[in-house]
């Protein structure tokens, strides 16, 4: 699991795997964000990593997003929910790219 801070309490990673949840965890993360569709191939199913993350008290959020159509929508709704979001947040997708590019969106400066 390889992980990209992006501001001082959010980062982003590529898929994760509901193995990867005690070390997400013990990283103190707070929140975890999957931007990724569950229809993409090689996806874990959200509700998989969204039961282990309960199970270990990380709140989670499924808001997915399409690679390389990021809408006007998709930027409102992640915006209003890291505005709610208790941090740090972990956002993740394919790459960890997606993620990136939609928090570049929501905040250019960073």
């Known amino acids: 699991m390889e992980i990209r801070q992006i501001t001082e309490g959010?980062?982003?990673?590529?898929?994760?795997?509901?193995?990867?949840?005690?070390?997400?965890?013990?990283?103190?993360?707070?929140?975890l964000i999957s931007n990724r569709p569950d229809s993409e191939s090689g996806t874990v199913p959200h509700?998989?990593?969204e039961?282990?993350?309960?199970?270990?008290?990380?709140?989670?959020?499924?808001?997915?997003?399409?690679?390389?159509?990021?809408?006007?929508d998709n930027?409102?709704?992640?915006?209003?929910?890291l505005n709610r979001a208790e941090q740090p947040v972990l956002a993740?997708?394919?790459?960890?790219?997606?993620?990136a590019n939609l928090l570049q969106l929501i905040n250019p400066q960073h």
């Not at 997915?64 to 809408?71: K, R």
């Open 92 to 99: 993740y997708c394919r790459s960890g790219m997606r993620c």
């Open 51 to 72: 039961a282990a993350a309960r199970s270990a008290g990380i709140a989670f959020h499924y808001l997915p997003v399409v690679s390389g159509s990021i809408t006007p």
């Open 10 to 31: 959010i980062a982003v990673a590529g898929q994760l795997s509901t193995a990867d949840i005690p070390a997400v965890a013990a990283m103190g993360i707070r929140t």
């Open 75 to 81: 930027v409102a709704d992640m915006a209003a929910l």
């Open 47 to 49: 509700e998989e990593i």
